[in-house]
């Protein structure tokens, strides 16, 4: 299994994860609080563990083309999103705001793919839709009757924070190849200062210790660890695919419901399991090749020598293992299976 399909499914594991154990908290925390605190905790366990890595504060390493993209992803994913979502929250039911959620990975593959130009076949297409299928049949027992008199501006607000979503994910598929720790720290702290905030001006208290402590950790796993992943997934598939993947996160969340808290298993469930599973199959048996050309290029990531990295170094490196360095690929024409990874952007 490509190493970037792990990394999708892992993020989408740990995030899924994140709901069933923050309730097990059994806290009164306000949504608005709670989501703040979950992303602080992310943005600040991910940006110590770059600390430790690097033995102390290091600059980001963006060049000044990619800053814009940073901030914008930062700018939709973390403030605009969140925002939309709480006042959505405010005028529709939970059930109905759960339905709307599905819409974040089809928006994200369809900004990839008219916008973006990243290729899809029929096969992802289809995988995309029963994984997506699997998501509604998950949410649709949750809706209860009378929810259709609400107004539309409480759906639309949760559909334009998808919207905002997923336009994060594309601006961040730009900056994918920089160092993920740095990315994931700044959009949760950004993330969670904005939500942070909002709670704290509506009244919201803080919680005791006892209860903020885990709370922070949930956050740095299930936000912080996942969206390091997401990133790094981002890099080797794109984001279409990598979106596709991880709205499991919702099937995954259910499953740990029902082995932590024994939730009991019920019919839907299992035909979420099914859809889900035709969708990640059809994505995992995806053979994508063809001829394709490989434009000049100059940029920095973790990578080791294959075919496209056949570059020399001033200082002595294994060029067998795993090593990051400002580089430049040759123009080259081939053919191999490929993914829209940050070396295949080509049109098709």
Known sequence: MNTSVIYALVAAALFGASTPLAKLLGTDISPVLLAGLLYVGSGAGVLLVRCVRDRGWKSSGL???????????I???????????MFGLTRTSGATASLMLNLEPV???????VVFKENADRRIVLGMLAIIAGGVVLAWPSVGVGVGGQSWSGPLAVAFACLCWAVDNNLTRKVS???ALYIAGAKGVFAGGVNCAIALSLGAQLPALAVLTPTLLIGFLGYGVSLVLFVLALRGLGAARTGAYFST???LGAAL??????????LPFWLAA???SVGVWLHLTE???HEHHHWLIEHAHRHHHDEHHQHEHVEEVARDKPHSHMHVHLPINHSHPHFPDIHHRHRH
């Open 63 to 73: 060049s000044a083309g990619q800053w814009p993209w940073l901030l914008g992803a």
């Open 75 to 85: 700018a939709f994913g973390g403030v605009m999103g969140p925002v939309a979502l």
């Open 107 to 113: 928006l994200t593959a369809l900004l990839a793919w």
């Open 177 to 179: 190849a920089s160092d």
């Open 249 to 251: 996160a919702p099937f």
């Open 257 to 266: 419901a029902i082995l932590v808290l024994g939730e009991s298993v019920s």
């Open 274 to 276: 099914a859809f889900m």
């Open 287 to 289: 053979l994508h090749t």
